[in-house]
């Protein structure tokens, strides 16, 4: 039997998506500029994968990583470039495409001028969850919402109501004066009244603090997701008796659909940490999937070229720590799930391609091209573990 892994480098692009037009997206390029800004980029066991090679084959452009010296990848993998058949750039939709369903019809947004959420929804949310009123109720970055309103928010008792470009209702609220379990109650009972809207996800955003300029969002955040509208191949994986290990967020992305253990980590060193605790201990038969969302999370959202620049080199300094890992059959993919350009006007995800590199011991060097759906790695997983053909993609394999 054999196993897969996932790592997934979430909004990690590598250059225009052909659809990136329709987003006003034209231009982004997530991986380029932050090797740009950033004056060269250390990160040699990606560049040996393919990384490179493949973003220059997405865009024709050059990059210039600079004295970066020899990898400790020597390892076989197919490298390719993939671009989204879902017709939204979320988080959500990346992902389910991924595991090989298409997100084909958009979700429902919210305006982002104040009022965004209709008067009704708010009413009935509020009445349920024995609250006076909400904050907010607008697009906003969640960052700088909680230091304009968090104090109003903790003298008042109200929640903060905000959304994005996304498909979302965020909820922001104190984890000392307003409570987490408080606030998980409230998005759940948001996640129920918002279903008529069609929309992705409801997020807690807990946060602490004393006074605006030092409210800190926590690792207590919660996504509240819709289940996937098709079965994926970790539905199937786990129907046919294996194990399907999620990292993270993944979890909440997912909706618990086709998962078998949920781990919960933050910050890119505990990622890595249990993941690679993952991949010594899992059975055969296994999918163990991360997702690092600290690269979309604290960098690309905030438009931070230097701490994504940082956490690019990081993630690739602990790549090499996963090959004594490795069993003779295992495969490991690292991808991506949608682009995030720190360098991009707004705070938005950006509709870009992402990276396909896939290693394993078995595995022979070769550059696969371009595969215009994110679904052929769902396939692929499919395929290797001997499940039931997806309905997208086509395998790697």
Same mark, same amino acid.
């Given at each position: ?8 480098? /979430? ?18 390029? &997530?991986?380029?500029?932050? #090797? ?50 879902? !017709?939204?750039?979320?988080? &959500? ?58 104090? =109003? ?9 905000? &959304? ?12 000392? *004066? ?9 998005? =759940?009972?948001? *996640? ?40 994926? !191949?970790?539905?199937? +994986? ?39 605790? =993952? ?25 931070? !070229?230097?701490?994504?620049? =940082?956490?690019?080199?990081?993630? /690739? ?19 991506? /799930? ?8 707004? &705070? ?5 391609? #992402? ?20 679904? /052929? ?6 395929? *290797?573990?001997?499940?039931?053909? +997806?309905?997208?993609?086509k395998s790697f394999l």
């Amino acid at each position: 039997m054999s196993r897969v892994i996932i790592l997934m480098m /979430d909004s990690f692009g590598i250059g225009n998506a052909h659809d990136a037009k329709k987003f006003n997206n034209e231009g982004a390029d &997530t991986f380029g500029h932050i #090797v740009k800004s950033h004056n060269g980029l250390n990160i040699p066991n990606l560049n040996q994968l393919g990384l490179t090679e493949v973003a220059k084959a997405a865009t024709g452009n050059e990059y210039q990583l600079g004295n970066i010296g020899e990898g400790k990848m020597n390892i076989g993998c197919i490298k390719a470039h993939m671009s989204e058949l879902s !017709v939204a750039k979320d988080t &959500t939709s990346g992902h389910w495409e991924m595991a090989g369903v298409p997100v084909l019809s958009d979700w429902g947004y919210f305006k982002p001028d104040y009022p965004s959420f209709p008067d009704s929804l708010i009413q009935k949310i509020c009445q349920e969850g024995k609250v006076e009123g909400i904050l907010g109720n607008k697009a906003a970055s969640g960052t700088e919402i909680i230091q304009e309103l968090g104090e =109003e928010h903790i003298k008042s008792g109200k929640p903060i109501f905000y &959304t994005s470009a996304d498909s979302n209702i965020q909820i922001a609220a104190h984890e000392k *004066y307003f409570g987490l379990e408080k606030l998980y109650n409230l998005c =759940e009972i948001a *996640y129920k009244y918002a279903k008529p809207y069609n929309i992705a996800r409801i997020i807690a955003r807990p946060f602490v603090g004393e006074k605006a300029g030092e409210f800190m969002r926590t690792a207590n955040r919660h996504d509240y997701s819709v289940k996937p509208c098709a079965p994926t !191949v970790l539905d199937k +994986l786990k129907e046919a008796g294996g194990n399907v290990i999620a990292i993270g967020k993944i979890n909440d992305i997912y909706a618990g659909c086709g998962i078998t253990k949920a781990l919960h980590a933050s910050g890119l060193q505990e990622l890595w940490d249990v993941t690679l605790q =993952e991949v010594k201990d899992a059975p055969e038969n296994s999918l163990i999937f991360t997702n690092f969302v600290d690269f979309d999370m604290l960098w690309g959202h905030r438009r931070n !070229v230097k701490g994504y620049a =940082e956490g690019l080199e990081y993630f /690739d300094k602990r790549l090499p720590e996963i090959l004594p890992l490795l069993r003779e059959d295992d495969i490991v993919f690292i991808t991506a /799930d949608h682009g995030n350009d720190p360098t991009y006007e707004g &705070t938005d995800h950006t509709r870009e391609q #992402v990276p396909m590199l896939l290693f394993g011991k078995k595995i022979q060097n070769r550059f696969a091209g371009e595969s215009n759906t994110f679904a /052929d790695i769902g396939q692929t997983i499919a395929k *290797y573990l001997n499940l039931e053909p +997806l309905k997208y993609g086509k395998s790697f394999l």
